[in-house]
T-cell receptor, first 116, second 113 residues
C-alpha cells in the first residue's frame, strides 16, 4: 500500500510569515495525526483527527496553528504567523481506527520548517 | 510532560555488538511501541508489545516489558552500520474513546563499522 504522503519536503520562511503543510494518509485510515518534532527531541502530538473531526488538539497553539481535514481524507496544517521556535519537522501519521493503533502508526517523511 | 523516557540518550557501539536501549514510563499503558528514525526521515514502526505481554521478537529485535517497573527494553543483536539511527519508545494510553501515543526523547545509536 502507498505510504503517507507529505509536502513540501522543506520550507524556509521568515518570522511572521504564514506556511501550510499538506498530508495525504494511507487510504482507508480513519485516524490522522500531526506531530511536531524539534531537533533532538521526540515527536509531540499537535492534533488528532478521527475522520474529519478533531479528537485531541490540547497541545496545538491555537493562536497561530490551525488544521483541517476535509472529507476525512487529506489534511492541512497551517501556521500564521510563524515564530522562530516553530522551526521543526512536522510529521503526519495515520492509523486505521483508534483501536487499530495497536498495530502502530505509519508516518510520512515529514516537512522540515526553518523560520529565520 | 512526556510519558516515556529513553536511556541512554546516546549509544556508540562497534558493528556486530548488541545494543540495548531502555524506556521508562509513568502511567498505565495499553501498549508500548518502538520506532526508528534515520536522520532527516520519518519514523518507522519497529515493534509493538501489549501490556499483557512480557517479551516479543522480530528478527534481530527483542523487546521486553515490565509493567510492574513501568519499563521496557529494546535489544538489537549483531548490530550493523545501517542500524545507526534514533530510536524512540512510544506509549499508548488507556483511554477507551480514542488512543493517544506519546513519544519519549529518543536514544541516538551509532554503529561503527
Amino acid at each position: 500500500e502507498a505510504g503517507v504522503a507529505q509536502s513540501p519536503r522543506y520550507k524556509i520562511i521568515e518570522k511572521r510569515q504564514s506556511v501550510a503543510f499538506w498530508c495525504n494518509p494511507i487510504s482507508g485510515h480513519a485516524t490522522l495525526y500531526w506531530y511536531q518534532q524539534i531537533l533532538g527531541q521526540g515527536p509531540k502530538l499537535l492534533i488528532q483527527f478521527q475522520n474529519n473531526g478533531v479528537v485531541d488538539d490540547s497541545q496545538l497553539p491555537k493562536d497561530r496553528f490551525s488544521a483541517e481535514r476535509l472529507k476525512g481524507v487529506d489534511s492541512t496544517l497551517k501556521i500564521q504567523p510563524a515564530k522562530l521556535e516553530d522551526s521543526a519537522v512536522y510529521l503526519c501519521a495515520s492509523s486505521r481506527r483508534p483501536g487499530q493503533a495497536s498495530y502502530g502508526y505509519t508516518f510520512g517523511s515529514g516537512t522540515r520548517l526553518t523560520v529565520v | 510532560s512526556q510519558q516515556g523516557e529513553e536511556d541512554p540518550q546516546a549509544l556508540s557501539i562497534q558493528e556486530g555488538e548488541n545494543a540495548t536501549m531502555n524506556c521508562s514510563y509513568k502511567t498505565s499503558i495499553n501498549n508500548l511501541q518502538w520506532y526508528r528514525q534515520n536522520s532527516g526521515r520519518g519514523l518507522v514502526h519497529l515493534i509493538l508489545i501489549r501490556s499483557n505481554e512480557r517479551e516479543k521478537h522480530s528478527g534481530r529485535l527483542r523487546v521486553t516489558l515490565d509493567t510492574s517497573k513501568k519499563s521496557s527494553s529494546l535489544l538489537i543483536t549483531a548490530s550493523r552500520a545501517a542500524d545507526t539511527a534514533s530510536y524512540f519508545c512510544a506509549t499508548l494510553g488507556m483511554k477507551t474513546s480514542y488512543d493517544k501515543v506519546i513519544f519519549g526523547p529518543g536514544t541516538s545509536l551509532s554503529v561503527i563499522p
